[in-house]
């Protein structure tokens, strides 16, 4: 163990004993399984116990406990650790306990053996998995911070600190913001177009940016490889049919269209995530990230369960209140397909429900708005695409007619 790790676990626990009520900022998260040495370890325990029974955590209150740890208390408040400090303290303590953890799983991984292969992955993964979702509780925010924000932001024209728009305007009149901590659910039937309509909001938001913001669209795609969804934004940007594209085949006279094209969307800041990916994944992928604007994940039915799941019901459950935690502790606005089960096509009327979405006990609950895709033909036999805004929960619902040209992969508004 470094110095810097030992450094870091008297730095917490010489701010608790100090003001034992700052304890509370960390407690959520900082487990004492996380402090490496034995002696910290039980110290920053018996710090919790004490907490629990009502009693403040302090020097003599700790050595009555086991004055064998006089020794260690001694270095623990020579450190002079400040107590507005102790989530920073807190993170370093976890960052070490992972990087230990991680290393006992590569020295483990290291001696696995061909007939053990599959159960040593399937346990690393798992205990990958398990090691990503440690980290530190948001801090509490204070009312009157809240107010004073919402405040500036209302007379700016924004709302709930979000100024990421779908780029649609007849959905933006609607839906006037993706917000943080919310989901913005898209569902439609297989090959209905929700990773096209998706793809062109990733373009919308990922052109909206603000110059030199660094920010980027993170997008989750667990059906198609990053060099297919290149292909779909070539196919929106230069015009060229997508199957020609996919074919290598690009006329002559053309050529320069293709280029021109090419280098705008070579210009997009959009970032495909690794798949395949869990909700822990994601939080993972992106806490200690600044330059995420937004998270698409295409789609919900295929993403990992974070743990065992048994049956599709279950699992689904599980995969959508995992990424509502994650929009929550990421701060950040989450886009997110879903299919729609059998039953519309069923049903004389093809528009869909909330009700039609596949698994969908709660993934209607966790949403902040739905939009649901289908076709129709209007009224001089012209085949059209409608959103349905079935859920909204600070506006309106509502259908919206779209027309979809599927070669370039465009949506655009009537």
């Known amino acids: 163990m470094n110095d810097e790790a030992i450094t870091a676990e008297r730095s917490v626990l010489c701010a608790i004993l100090e003001n034992g009520e700052c304890i509370r900022e960390v407690l959520a998260q900082l487990k004492a399984e996380h402090f490496y040495g034995t002696q910290r370890r039980a110290i920053y325990q018996e710090c919790i116990n004490l907490h629990k029974q009502g009693r403040t955590p302090d020097i003599a209150t700790i050595l009555s406990t ?19 400090n102790i989530c920073t303290y807190a993170e370093q303590v976890i960052a070490y306990y992972k990087t230990r953890e991680l290393q006992a799983i590569g020295k483990k991984l290291s001696s696995v053996s061909a007939g053990s292969l599959a159960s040593a992955q399937s346990e690393a993964i798992a205990k990958m998995q398990s090691i990503a979702s440690v980290g530190i509780a948001r801090q509490p925010e204070q009312l009157g911070e809240i107010i004073q924000t919402q405040r500036d932001n209302i007379l700016k024209g924004l709302s709930h600190k979000g100024n990421i728009k779908t780029g649609f305007s007849t959905i933006d009149e609607k839906i006037p913001y993706l917000t943080e901590g919310n989901i913005y659910l898209i569902g439609a039937r297989p090959g209905g177009g929700k990773s ?39 196919a929106f940007y230069t015009g060229i049919p997508l199957a020609n594209i ?108 909330a009700s039609d979405l596949r698994d969908s006990g709660q993934i209607e609950q966790d949403a902040y708005a739905i939009m649901l895709l289908w076709d129709y033909v209007n009224g001089r036999g012209e085949a059209r695409k409608a959103v349905s805004i079935v859920k909204n929960r600070n506006g309106a619902n509502g259908d919206l007619a779209f027309t979809f040209n599927a070669p370039q992969m465009r949506f655009n508004e009537i």
């Not at 740890?69 to 507005?84: K, P």
């Not at 198609?224 to 934004?233: D, G, I, K, S, T």
């Open 66 to 84: 086991d004055n064998t740890w006089l020794g260690e208390v001694q270095a623990i408040t020579s450190m002079g650790a400040l107590t507005i």
């Open 196 to 234: 096209a309509f998706a793809l062109n909001i990733a373009i919308n938001i990922a052109k909206a940016l603000p110059k030199g913001s660094n920010k980027k669209v993170l997008y989750y795609n667990m059906e198609m490889l990053p060099e297919e969804m290149a292909e779909r934004v070539a």
């Open 246 to 353: 996919t074919k290598g085949y690009i006329p002559e006279h053309k050529r320069a269209l293709f280029n021109s094209g090419m280098d705008k969307a070579a210009s997009l800041p959009i970032e495909f995530g690794l798949v395949p990916a869990s909700p822990t994944q994601i939080i993972s992928d992106c806490q200690y990230r600044s330059d995420v604007a937004v998270v698409i994940v295409d789609y919900l039915q295929i993403m990992q369960c974070d743990g065992k799941c048994n049956g599709s019901y279950e699992r689904v459950t599980n995969i959508s209140q995992g990424l509502k935690n994650a929009a929550i502790k990421l701060k950040l606005p989450f886009i997110v397909l879903c299919q729609l089960n059998r039953e519309i096509e069923k049903r004389n009327s093809k528009k869909p429900q």
